[in-house]
C-alpha cells in the first residue's frame, strides 16, 4: 500500500496545481492598424486645433504647476495641481471607506426580512440611481454645509491642536482652513457612491444559493448568525472584483465635487487653464494624470484578483 500511494502521489500533486497561464498574444496586423489609425487620429486633432482655431500650442507653462521652485526652502515643493491630485486621492481613499460603510449597510437592509427596511433600502438607491449626480451634489452639499457640517464644531476643534496633530490632520485631510469644505464634499461623494456599492452588496449576497441559508438554519442557528458566519464570508469573496472597480469608477467620479469648490485635481486644471489659456495642454496633461492613476489601479485591482482566486 505504501508502494501504490507514493506512485500516485506525483500524480495527485499535479492534480492540485494551478493551471499554467496562457501564453500572451501578440498585436496582430488588424492591432497594428487600429494603433497607426489612433496616431493618425491624435495627429489631426492636433493639426485641426492649430489651424482652424489659430492655436499655438506650448507646453512649456503645464510643468511648473506641478513643481515649482521655492526660494524660501531652496527646494522643489509641490503646487497646485499636483495639491489637487494629492486630494483627489484622499476622496478617493476616505470616500471609499465610508461609502462601504453605508452602502454595507443599505445592501443588508435590501436583502432584510422586514419590508420596511427594503422600502427604505431600495428607496435610497433608486433617488440616487436615478436622479442626475449633478442635483444629488448640488442638493448635499449645500445641505450638509449649512446645516451637518457647521455642527461638527471642526474649526474650534481644529484650533485647539497642538502643532504635531495640524500637521498630521494636513497630510490626512489637506488645508485645515478648508477642512469643512472637503468633509463636506467627502460626505456628497460617499452618500453618491453607497447606492451603488449597495447594489453589489445586495447582488453578492443574493448570489449565494438558498440552499446555504437553509442548511445553516437546519442546524439552528439564527439568522443573523447565519448572516454572519455563513452568507456574508462567501458573499464578501464574491464581492471583490465589482468592489474594485468602483474604486477605480470613484477616482474618475471625484472630479464632480471640483462643482462646489472642492480643491481637487479638475478644480485645480480649471484655474490653471483659465489663468494660463492654455487649455489644452492643461486639459490633456490631467486626462492624462488620471488615466495613469486609473491604468495602475486598474493592473493592481487585476493581480489582486488573480492571487485571490488562485488561492481560492
Not at 442557528?221 to 454572519?228: C, D, E, I, S, W
Not at 479638475?266 to 492624462?288: H, L
Request: charged share 15%; proline share 6%; with cysteine.
Amino acid at each position: 500500500m505504501d508502494r501504490e500511494a507514493a506512485r500516485r502521489l506525483p500524480a495527485a500533486r499535479a492534480m492540485t496545481r494551478p493551471p499554467p497561464p496562457a501564453p500572451r498574444k501578440r498585436l496582430g496586423k488588424l492591432d497594428w492598424i487600429l494603433l497607426v489609425l489612433a496616431c493618425a487620429a491624435a495627429a489631426w486633432f492636433a493639426w485641426r486645433v492649430s489651424q482652424l482655431n489659430n492655436y499655438r500650442w506650448n507646453w512649456a507653462p503645464v510643468p511648473q504647476f506641478f513643481l515649482r521652485w521655492d526660494e524660501t526652502s531652496q527646494s522643489w515643493v509641490a503646487n497646485v495641481l499636483l495639491h489637487g491630485l494629492f486630494n483627489t486621492i484622499r476622496l478617493t481613499i476616505f470616500g471609499m471607506v465610508l461609502a462601504t460603510a453605508i452602502g454595507f449597510g443599505i445592501g443588508l437592509m435590501r436583502t432584510a426580512r422586514d419590508p420596511f427596511l427594503r422600502l427604505v433600502g431600495r428607496s435610497y438607491v433608486e433617488l440616487m440611481r436615478n436622479t442626475p449626480p449633478l442635483v444629488i451634489i448640488f442638493v448635499l452639499y449645500f445641505f450638509l454645509s449649512s446645516q451637518i457640517v457647521p455642527q461638527l464644531g471642526l474649526e474650534a476643534r481644529i484650533a485647539a491642536l497642538s502643532p504635531e496633530a495640524r500637521a498630521t490632520l494636513q497630510f490626512l485631510f489637506g488645508d485645515p482652513r478648508l477642512i469643512e469644505n472637503f468633509v463636506a464634499g467627502l460626505l456628497c461623494l460617499a452618500l453618491f457612491e453607497a447606492a451603488y456599492i449597495a447594489e453589489i452588496v445586495r447582488a453578492g449576497i443574493e448570489s449565494i444559493p438558498r440552499g446555504q441559508w437553509e442548511a445553516a438554519a437546519s442546524m439552528g442557528l439564527p439568522r443573523r448568525h447565519v448572516l454572519a458566519r455563513v452568507i456574508l464570508p462567501q458573499a464578501i469573496a464574491r464581492t471583490v472584483p465589482p468592489m474594485c472597480n468602483q474604486f477605480v469608477s470613484l477616482v474618475k467620479d471625484s472630479s464632480i465635487v471640483s462643482l462646489v469648490s472642492i480643491q481637487e485635481l479638475t478644480f485645480m486644471a480649471t484655474d490653471v487653464a483659465v489663468s494660463t489659456t492654455r487649455i489644452y495642454e492643461v486639459w490633456i496633461t490631467v486626462a492624462v494624470v488620471y488615466f495613469a492613476v486609473c491604468f495602475m489601479l486598474s493592473l493592481a485591482f487585476g493581480r489582486l484578483e488573480r492571487s485571490y482566486a488562485a488561492r481560492r
